[in-house]
């Protein structure tokens, strides 16, 4: 028995995570480059450009990077099967870019975490099997699950972004729906 290098964007994307979590527990002022801070876009410059794809890297903890790719690590390799690697890896970026940008005009919150590209993978790898006009069960059901939890938990101050979570899961549906593979 091996071990195989499968998905290779969405190791990228993990290793990327646990570097970027390590870059910034042992460089705090490194946390600029990740976090996306809201009254920081009053002035425009390429530090907060950069801030609108990188945020998905960065996470507040180990809790908080661990859940974020338990999930990525179980749903992201399918869906980048399914879609192929370098499609995936537009994805992600796009998502990110559509988050952050949904993010500054709706919140006034910072942004930081994998999350809401997780919710497009899951919701991306189920759109994908809707077949001649008919919409399957499953993607009713995740979409009812997870968007459903996220409205809801809009109405607490948890500190989560649902808006970020709403964002992805759209993203992944219009993905998903979009996909000609």
């Given at each position: 028995?091996?071990?195989?290098?499968?998905?290779?964007?969405?190791?990228?994307?993990?290793?990327?995570s646990?570097?970027?979590?390590?870059?910034?527990?042992?460089?705090?002022?490194?946390?600029?480059?990740?976090?996306?801070?809201?009254?920081?876009w009053?002035?425009?410059?390429?530090?907060?450009?950069?801030?609108?794809?990188?945020?998905?890297?960065g996470?507040?903890g180990?809790?908080?990077?661990?859940?974020?790719?338990?999930?990525?690590?179980?749903?992201?390799?399918?869906?980048?099967?399914?879609?192929?690697?370098?499609?995936?890896?537009?994805?992600?970026?796009?998502?990110?870019?559509?988050?952050?940008?949904?993010?500054?005009?709706?919140?006034?919150?910072?942004?930081?975490?994998?999350?809401?590209?997780?919710?497009?993978?899951?919701?991306?790898?189920?759109?994908?099997?809707?077949?001649s006009?008919?919409?399957p069960?499953?993607?009713?059901?995740v979409a009812?699950i997870?968007?459903?939890?996220?409205?809801?938990?809009?109405?607490?101050?948890?500190?989560?972004?649902?808006?970020?979570?709403?964002?992805?899961?759209?993203?992944?549906?219009?993905?998903?729906?979009?996909?000609?593979?």
């Open positions: 028995m091996r071990i195989t290098w499968n998905a290779p964007v969405t190791l990228a994307v993990a290793g990327a646990v570097a970027v979590f390590l870059l910034m527990v042992l460089v705090p002022a490194a946390q600029g480059w990740f976090v996306l801070r809201i009254p920081q009053s002035a425009l410059s390429l530090g907060n450009a950069v801030t609108l794809v990188t945020n998905v890297l996470h507040a180990f809790a908080h990077l661990a859940g974020n790719l338990m999930l990525f690590l179980l749903v992201a390799p399918a869906c980048e099967e399914r879609f192929g690697s370098a499609r995936f890896a537009l994805m992600i970026v796009l998502t990110a870019l559509v988050i952050s940008f949904v993010h500054i005009t709706l919140s006034d919150t910072g942004l930081l975490g994998l999350s809401g590209v997780v919710f497009m993978t899951m919701l991306a790898g189920s759109a994908t099997n809707i077949r006009g008919q919409v069960l499953t993607l009713i059901l009812a997870y968007l459903g939890r996220e409205v809801v938990g809009a109405f607490h101050a948890d500190g989560i972004s649902q808006l970020a979570h709403l964002t992805g899961g759209l993203c992944g549906i219009v993905f998903g729906l979009n996909r000609t593979a």
